[in-house]
């Protein structure tokens, strides 16, 4: 007797995270409209999801910001993104790519890793795409992407939790993240 395999979908769960303010609204405006897409006013540590997103650097370092909340939260985190970056990028993962980890907890099992800025504590000019960049790099990550095993990070992670993409450190305004993730959304995904 065989059992009936599960279609896949065809976009994840993503709950767009902030604690209060003017992001949350952003996200509230991002969602409208979009299958998939929810918002959630308080801590991405709250959620029952697959994975959630490190706005982080390039060097993987977790000392600010949400990063840190992770890194308190997973305390083998930072290690595992370090390494990640070693192993497969040289020590850099760029601005625009991302990769996955597990976190060391049952839940949320994974962490993904995707760049707002270079360096650490780094002040994102007015007119960045940083945010475009990393949320697209999370969304082709989900799309294409391959757990160290071969698995497809689509078929491990069916939700994400999403945090502000460089609002906090960064500097970036809300209102130009909200844009921003909701066109890397559309891009990848083709949907609205």
Excluded at 84 to 97: I, K, R, T
Excluded at 126 to 132: A, G, L
Excluded at 158 to 165: D, E, H, N, V, Y
């Amino acid at each position: 007797m065989t059992g009936k395999v599960q279609p896949q979908a065809a976009v994840p769960r993503l709950v767009l995270c902030a604690v209060a303010g003017p992001l949350g609204w952003e996200w509230e405006r991002a969602a409208t409209g979009r299958s998939g897409v929810e918002v959630h006013q308080g801590s991405v540590l709250d959620l029952d999801v697959d994975a959630v997103v490190s706005p982080a650097n390039s060097y993987g370092w977790m000392r600010g910001g949400i990063d840190a909340v992770y890194a308190t939260a997973f305390p083998q985190v930072e290690q595992h993104v370090r390494s990640a970056v070693l192993a497969l990028h040289g020590g850099e993962l760029p601005v625009g790519e991302a990769l996955i980890v597990p976190t060391g907890e049952p839940a949320p099992q994974w962490l993904i890793s995707a760049p707002t800025m270079r360096v650490p504590g780094e002040l994102l000019p007015k007119d960045t795409v940083h945010p475009y960049l990393a949320a697209r790099a999370v969304f082709r990550l989900w799309q294409e992407g391959r757990l160290e095993d071969g698995t497809p990070v689509r078929h491990a992670v069916r939700s994400i939790a999403l945090p502000g993409l460089g609002t906090g450190v960064g500097g970036v305004d809300p209102a130009t993240c909200g844009r921003q993730v909701t066109a890397a959304w559309d891009e990848v995904f083709g949907v609205r």
